[in-house]
């Protein structure tokens, strides 16, 4: 890394540190003024409530990043071009590209970073907040919310139906399975009062089958104990959270293919796998969009510029992804096209604006 380099990228770490910084600033200001009343009113201890707000930094980081990236962006091209640094460099032969390279580098950096990020820190310092939030301020035992009633889950040749789980006991009640061919036509049905979870594989309790295959009619056959060969697990039944930014690639993946093994679609959570990937890199994006707006703009306005582009661009980006992203929960647009859309579109704005300006 030659001088120029590293001058540039001084200038734009320092930057991106002022606005990381003055951004986290707020977001932890609003979230004590929204959750310090609720959480005095619950009971809660003051090293329980400064633990939750310690975990709750890297989600802050996470959700301020990018739009500091952006403004970081455009204030440093603003300084570089107040103090006529942008005309001095292009005077000695240095082009547009060679002068954004440093930038560009950090923003992927800051990406890579981000990706980490989410995908190792997050998870781990949610399920943290949770625990504080739940346990140790509100006196709550349960952790993980499972869906409680109207249970259907359908395998290759199975459908099974229940009125209720008990997540402790890990037990269904009101079970009816039913046995179908290729065509789907029934072949058999059980209907059995519980099915209990132990040891990866399903008992049912006092269960009577009928056989529809048979000679002798649908005459019932009871059975105090059964044991039920599906593929279906305690996990899931679980209830993921609706914010993607809190869960792992792979749990998102796994819970996924569980719901599409099941007969349900998946478009809600493949669309949150998917932005788990894509979200990181708009700040790669963020980089790649700012250089060019901020050059096309004269020396006089460049910080004021800065800021209030900043707010226009990241105000952009969120409408257009979180038009997007709803059109994947849906299953208008494949999860991968609503992920990504924003980041390409926004990409290409980029691009376009960079083969326009001029020198």
Known sequence: MGILDRYIAKIWLRLLILCLSGFVSLYLVIDLIEKIPRFLRAGGVAGDILQYFVWKFPEMIGRTATFSILMATLLTLGVLSRDSEIIAMRSCGVSLLRMSLPMLVLGFVASILLLLNAEFVLPHSYARTELIDRVKI???????????????????SMILQARLFEPKTRTLSGVVVWSVDDSMNPVSRIDADTAVYREGHWLLNSATSRNFQTAAGYAPLYAQKMALDLSLKVEDLQVLDVDADNMSIRTLKEYAENLKRGGYQAYRYLTMMHTKIASPFAALIMVLLGIPFALRNSRSGGIAMGIGASIGIGFAYFVVNAVLLSYGRSGVLPPFVAAWGANVLFMLSGIWLSITVKG
Do not use: Q
């Open 138 to 156: 509100k006196k709550k035992n349960e952790l993980v919310t499972f869906k409680r009633n109207n249970i259907w889950f359908r395998s290759t």
